[in-house]
C-alpha cells in the first residue's frame, strides 16, 4: 500500500501536499530524479540507503503506462530492459529457447472469482452456490488466458500466510473478462442456469455491486495490499464490510466470531489457525466461486541479473545489477 506509507511530516509541511509529490522524502534505495507525468521517472541512486552498499546501479528510468504489446515492441528494438510479454506473442515466447532463459514467473497475491449475491433469490441459498461452484471448469478459464494462473481451490492465494491449498452476471468490458464470461456461460447452463452477459466499465460495475438488491453475479478480482489474510477475510468477507467490499453481501456469525478473535493477534501460531477456520465455513457457505490466481510474467534483457518479480508490486530492485 504505498499510497499508506509512513512519511516524513515535517518534510510535507515544508514544500506542501502538491510538493511532496515532486519531492517525496522516503527511505527507499532510490530518490526521485525526475517525473514527466504520463511519460516516465528516472530514479538515482539514494547515497542515504540504509543497507550499506545497496543499491548496486545508479539508477533507473521507469516508463509508465506502457500496454503489454508496446513494452514489448520496445523490448525487441533494445529500447527497455524488462518487459510484459503480451497474450499474442506468449506461446511462442514461452516454446522459444532463445527467450526461456530470460522469463521471469511468479504468483500473486490475487484471486479473480465469481460473487454470488447472497441477498437475491436464487443465491441466498447455500446449496445453488455450492452447485456454482461444482459446476464450473476452472482449468478451462486459465487456457483462454495462456495458463498464466494456478487453479483456485480457496479465497486465499497460495503466496499468503494461512494458505492451505436466465441470471446476469456482470463483468468489466475488456477482452479478458468477456472470454472469461462466456466460458461461465456455458458451465452454468450444464446445470440449468442461463447467463446473460453485462458488459460494463469498471467504474460502473463497482458502483453497481456495491448495492444489495442490483447484481446477481459478477466477475471481479482482489489483490493482498499487504501479505495477511485479513485483507482478504476481512476486508471481503466479513459482514461489517457488505456495501463497501463485502459485495457478495454475506454474512455468518460465527465467520465474524472467528475473524475478529483472529484480528487483533500478533502470534502467527494462534492467529492464522483462526483465518483458517473462518475460511473453511467462508468456503462451504460458498458466496465465492475462487476461479484462480493469477501468474505474472515477464522478460528481462540478458544483461540485467538478479531482477526477480514480486508477489507484491512493486519489485524490489536494489540487488539488481548489470553485466557488462
Not at 543497507?51 to 525487441?76: A, H, M, N
Not at 493477534?265 to 457457505?285: K, Q, S, T, Y
Request: include cysteine; aromatic fraction near 8%; hydrophobic fraction near 40%.
Amino acid at each position: 500500500m504505498p499510497f499508506a506509507s509512513v512519511v516524513d511530516r515535517e518534510a510535507v509541511e515544508r514544500v506542501g501536499d502538491l510538493g511532496f509529490r515532486r519531492q517525496p522524502v522516503g527511505s527507499g534505495a532510490f530518490v526521485l530524479a525526475e517525473w514527466v507525468e504520463g511519460q516516465r521517472m528516472q530514479l538515482a541512486r539514494n547515497p542515504l540507503y540504509f543497507r550499506s552498499g545497496l543499491p548496486y546501479l545508479d539508477g533507473i528510468e521507469v516508463t509508465v503506462g506502457l500496454s503489454d504489446q508496446l513494452g514489448w515492441f520496445k523490448y525487441q528494438r533494445g529500447e527497455i530492459d524488462i518487459s510484459g510479454v503480451p497474450s499474442a506473442e506468449f506461446a511462442r515466447v514461452v516454446a522459444d529457447a532463445r527467450y526461456q532463459p530470460l522469463l521471469l514467473e511468479r504468483t500473486t497475491l490475487r484471486t479473480q472469482y465469481l460473487g454470488l449475491n447472497c441477498a437475491l433469490p436464487p443465491f441466498d441459498q447455500a446449496a445453488v452456490r455450492q452447485a456454482m461452484n461444482m459446476a464450473v471448469n476452472k482449468q478451462r478459464l486459465l487456457d483462454l488466458i495462456d495458463g498464466r494462473g494456478v487453479v483456485a481451490t480457496t479465497i486465499l492465494p497460495p503466496d499468503m500466510p494461512g494458505y492451505d491449498s436466465s441470471t446476469t452476471l456482470w463483468a468489466s468490458r475488456d477482452e479478458g473478462s468477456m472470454r472469461l464470461g462466456q466460458s461461465l456461460q456455458q458451465d452454468l447452463r450444464a446445470i440449468g442456469v442461463e447467463l446473460a452477459l453485462k458488459p460494463v466499465d469498471f467504474p460502473t460495475l463497482i458502483e453497481a455491486v456495491r448495492h444489495p438488491g442490483m447484481v446477481p453475479l459478477f466477475l471481479l478480482g482482489w489483490e493482498a495490499d499487504f501479505p495477511d489474510p485479513s485483507n482478504f477475510l476481512i476486508v471481503l468477507l466479513h459482514s461489517r464490510s457488505r456495501g463497501t467490499n463485502n459485495n457478495a453481501f454475506y454474512a455468518n456469525p460465527e465467520v465474524d466470531r472467528l475473524l475478529d478473535e483472529a484480528e487483533p493477534l500478533l502470534e502467527p501460531g494462534r492467529r492464522l489457525p483462526l483465518f483458517h477456520d473462518a475460511e473453511v465455513m467462508i468456503m462451504r457457505d460458498a458466496p465465492w466461486v475462487p476461479l484462480f490466481h493469477p501468474v505474472g510474467f515477464a522478460i528481462r534483457h540478458p544483461r540485467v541479473r538478479n531482477y526477480q518479480l514480486h508477489p507484491l508490486r512493486p519489485s524490489r530492485v536494489e540487488t539488481v545489477w548489470l553485466a557488462g
